[in-house]
């Protein structure tokens, strides 16, 4: 039962509030003022934390100092004044796109995919032994809420973007009307590949706390590898067929899973504060350090430990709060898309890192039983196991399973959004097949080729190497990898273009050039560190060198780069021109003009 699944974080926004919080600072109870820093958010704020500078919403300008994005009224991350849907179909047939998809979704429902994918439920528990093994509870205490505040600044790079664009094929687009051709069509098949390995990482994950509950639960379930693969075989094929025939209400199970994220992940810090008779202490969980990675003989003193195992750890958080351009990819279904997509996407990063990050001081205080969780290969259920009773270790672990059930559910929906998309603009082989939509407006078969790629990616699985499942880390990697390097293409052209940009109502103002250039500089950075081996055994050379013990994130990703590279230079340079108009409106005209001129410049 020492498997290590997959993460995905998640925590509600604020109750009543419309606008965002910063980071570190949540909402205080029914004061309608701001919180000091430190305070955990409570029900019933009026207004949100203000720590920084977050953009202002539909102003075209930078607020002042200490204000949050302008959100609204109170309402929950919607769309703030409703947009009638027939302005939404105009300003996508501006962008070259027939309404096929059908525009039922709220601006809640929108947040809500993205804050369910990035689920704490998911991302915490699965990933939790990642950041234990390389690092230890530093890793954790520091480094999520620091990594976590790099990714909200990426957030708000796509946010302005996705305001100005709103369509489902989101990261691809943009990079290509901003750029060109070339950099759509490599934004898009990364896009997609790390979708996939989303998707198979969650359902992977919710497979294997699954096991752990079959067999706790029945005497007759071993919980063995290959039970969770069958079980993961199954999910995944639920998750397809909700989405294909659960069209009438794939956007309300959005809304239940926000708040089986709330109420769940709040059960779970309330039994682990309640029922353990002890816990650790303030130093434990804020300063001790952990090596059990194989690398620099154990040491969490030297410079191995600060530059290569240390920075593994932060895979946790990179991984879990990731998927958030949902919001884009589902904005084609969205009411008032060019301002409710923008605000879901930033405020799902935003309240997903202040929960999460409660939920895993949580676990730090409750791992009293240190020795058992090395020995379960710093595996999240062993600290249930460890210091609960049978009934809240069971009842812990229903709950998170059932949130990760929610995720996969949502990630799937993203990622069929995303290769019906790119197929529709004929970037994907077979793509008359995935472009197409059925009498419910459903992309269908986008979906369930979307599933049967996930389910070829996590084949690798299968093996584990000395307890730790190394190929499902792999998996991961791949995911993180693939998704932020298609996010970093459509921020360097955003900083390229510079004012020739034509932003929508949600703007960053000056501030894009601050943020683009951070947002740029840590993709780089985390996608160097995320290719290199997880385990002594993966190293070439090693003399415990062992081909399951490979991380085969970058011969995944790299293969993926070289494939779709010679097939670009082959062939699709000749005919991929980027996205396809398949419908003009008129006025138009100045909207082809814009982006003829946003692909000037060099390559």
């Given at each position: 039962m020492a498997t290590t699944p997959p993460?995905?974080?998640?925590?509600?926004?604020?109750?009543?509030?419309?606008?965002?919080?910063?980071?570190?600072?949540?909402?205080?109870?029914?004061?309608?003022?701001?919180?000091?820093?430190?305070?955990?958010?409570?029900?019933?704020?009026?207004?949100?934390?203000?720590?920084?500078?977050?953009?202002?919403?539909?102003?075209?300008?930078?607020?002042?100092?200490?204000?949050?994005?302008?959100?609204?009224?109170?309402?929950?991350p919607s769309a703030g004044p409703p947009q009638a849907p027939d302005d939404d179909a105009r300003r996508l047939a501006e962008l070259g796109y027939q309404q096929e998809l059908h525009r039922k979704w709220s601006g809640f429902s929108n947040f809500a995919i993205s804050f369910s994918i990035i689920s704490?439920?998911?991302?915490?528990?699965?990933?939790?032994?990642?950041?234990?093994?390389?690092?230890?509870?530093?890793?954790?205490?520091?480094?999520?809420?620091?990594?976590?505040?790099?990714?909200?600044?990426?957030?708000?790079?796509?946010?302005?973007?996705?305001?100005?664009?709103?369509?489902?094929?989101?990261?691809?687009?943009?990079?290509?009307?901003?750029?060109?051709?070339?950099?759509?069509?490599?934004?898009?098949?990364?896009?997609?590949?790390?979708?996939?390995?989303?998707?198979?990482?969650?359902?992977?994950?919710?497979?294997?706390?699954?096991?752990?509950?079959?067999?706790?639960?029945?005497?007759?379930?071993?919980?063995?590898?290959?039970?969770?693969?069958?079980?993961?075989?199954?999910?995944?094929?639920?998750?397809?067929?909700?989405?294909?025939?659960?069209?009438?209400?794939?956007?309300?199970?959005?809304?239940?899973s926000v708040w089986w994220h709330v109420a769940g992940a709040t059960a779970v810090v309330a039994i682990l504060l309640l029922v353990p008779d002890e816990h650790q202490s303030f130093q434990f969980v804020f300063t001790e350090r952990f090596n059990n990675s194989g690398f620099g003989d154990g040491d969490t003193g030297g410079l191995t430990f600060w530059f290569y195992v240390l920075p593994l750890g932060f895979l946790l958080t990179q991984y879990t709060i990731t998927g958030f351009d949902a919001c884009a990819h589902v904005s084609e279904e969205t009411r008032g898309a060019s301002q409710a997509a923008a605000k879901g996407l930033w405020r799902s990063i935003f309240y997903s890192a202040v929960g999460g990050w409660i939920l895993l001081l949580a676990f730090l205080f409750a791992a009293t039983d240190v020795d058992a969780i090395n020995a379960a290969g710093g595996f999240s259920g062993?600290?249930?196991?460890?210091?609960?009773?049978?009934?809240?270790?069971?009842?812990?672990?229903?709950?998170?399973?059932?949130?990760q059930f929610f995720c996969g559910m949502s990630c799937v929906?993203?990622?069929?959004?995303?290769?019906?998309?790119?197929?529709?603009?004929?970037?994907?082989?077979?793509?008359?097949?995935?472009?197409?939509v059925d009498r419910?407006?459903?992309?269908?078969?986008?979906?369930?080729?979307?599933?049967?790629?996930?389910?070829?990616?996590?084949?690798?699985?299968?093996?584990?190497?000395d307890g730790v499942p190394v190929a499902f880390y792999a998996v991961v990697s791949v995911a993180v990898i693939g998704l932020y390097l298609s996010f970093v293409i459509p921020i360097a052209l955003r900083l390229r273009m510079g004012d020739r940009f034509e932003p929508g109502p949600w703007t960053l103002g000056r501030k894009y050039k601050l943020f683009g250039w951070i947002a740029v500089v840590e993709i780089v950075i985390i996608s160097v560190y995320f290719v290199l081996p997880i385990v002594p055994a993966g190293m070439p050379g090693n003399n415990g060198f062992s081909w399951s013990a490979v991380n085969y994130a970058p011969l995944a990703v790299g293969g993926v780069l070289l494939g779709v590279g010679i097939w670009w230079y082959?062939?699709?340079?000749?005919?991929?021109?980027?996205?396809?108009?398949?419908?003009?409106v008129p006025g138009s005209g100045a909207h082809a003009a814009a982006d003829a001129a946003r692909a000037d410049g060099p390559a």
């Amino acid at each position: 039962m020492a498997t290590t699944p997959p993460p995905t974080t998640g925590q509600p926004p604020s109750a009543g509030t419309g606008q965002p919080p910063t980071t570190g600072q949540p909402p205080s109870a029914g004061t309608g003022q701001p919180p000091t820093t430190g305070q955990p958010p409570s029900a019933g704020t009026g207004q949100p934390p203000t720590t920084g500078q977050p953009p202002s919403a539909g102003t075209g300008q930078p607020p002042t100092t200490g204000q949050p994005p302008s959100a609204g009224t109170g309402q929950p991350p919607s769309a703030g004044p409703p947009q009638a849907p027939d302005d939404d179909a105009r300003r996508l047939a501006e962008l070259g796109y027939q309404q096929e998809l059908h525009r039922k979704w709220s601006g809640f429902s929108n947040f809500a995919i993205s804050f369910s994918i990035i689920s704490i439920l998911a991302g915490c528990f699965t990933t939790f032994g990642q950041a234990w093994n390389n690092g230890g509870p530093v890793a954790i205490s520091w480094g999520w809420p620091l990594i976590s505040l790099f990714i909200l600044i990426i957030g708000f790079c796509l946010a302005e973007l996705v305001s100005a664009y709103p369509t489902a094929g989101g990261i691809y687009w943009w990079a290509a009307k901003m750029g060109k051709p070339v950099h759509g069509w490599f934004t898009g098949w990364l896009n997609l590949i790390g979708l996939v390995a989303v998707t198979a990482s969650v359902d992977y994950g919710c497979a294997t706390f699954l096991n752990l509950t079959l067999s706790a639960l029945f005497d007759g379930w071993e919980g063995t590898l290959r039970q969770a693969f069958v079980l993961f075989v199954i999910i995944l094929a639920l998750h397809g067929l909700i989405n294909i025939f659960g069209h009438r209400i794939i956007d309300v199970l959005q809304n239940v899973s926000v708040w089986w994220h709330v109420a769940g992940a709040t059960a779970v810090v309330a039994i682990l504060l309640l029922v353990p008779d002890e816990h650790q202490s303030f130093q434990f969980v804020f300063t001790e350090r952990f090596n059990n990675s194989g690398f620099g003989d154990g040491d969490t003193g030297g410079l191995t430990f600060w530059f290569y195992v240390l920075p593994l750890g932060f895979l946790l958080t990179q991984y879990t709060i990731t998927g958030f351009d949902a919001c884009a990819h589902v904005s084609e279904e969205t009411r008032g898309a060019s301002q409710a997509a923008a605000k879901g996407l930033w405020r799902s990063i935003f309240y997903s890192a202040v929960g999460g990050w409660i939920l895993l001081l949580a676990f730090l205080f409750a791992a009293t039983d240190v020795d058992a969780i090395n020995a379960a290969g710093g595996f999240s259920g062993a600290i249930f196991e460890s210091a609960l009773t049978p009934f809240f270790f069971k009842t812990v672990i229903i709950i998170s399973t059932i949130g990760q059930f929610f995720c996969g559910m949502s990630c799937v929906t993203s990622m069929s959004r995303m290769a019906y998309a790119f197929s529709r603009d004929r970037a994907v082989p077979g793509w008359r097949l995935w472009s197409k939509v059925d009498r419910n407006g459903t992309p269908a078969n986008a979906i369930i080729g979307a599933t049967l790629a996930g389910l070829v990616l996590t084949l690798p699985a299968l093996y584990q190497s000395d307890g730790v499942p190394v190929a499902f880390y792999a998996v991961v990697s791949v995911a993180v990898i693939g998704l932020y390097l298609s996010f970093v293409i459509p921020i360097a052209l955003r900083l390229r273009m510079g004012d020739r940009f034509e932003p929508g109502p949600w703007t960053l103002g000056r501030k894009y050039k601050l943020f683009g250039w951070i947002a740029v500089v840590e993709i780089v950075i985390i996608s160097v560190y995320f290719v290199l081996p997880i385990v002594p055994a993966g190293m070439p050379g090693n003399n415990g060198f062992s081909w399951s013990a490979v991380n085969y994130a970058p011969l995944a990703v790299g293969g993926v780069l070289l494939g779709v590279g010679i097939w670009w230079y082959a062939s699709a340079r000749k005919w991929f021109t980027g996205p396809r108009r398949t419908v003009d409106v008129p006025g138009s005209g100045a909207h082809a003009a814009a982006d003829a001129a946003r692909a000037d410049g060099p390559a």
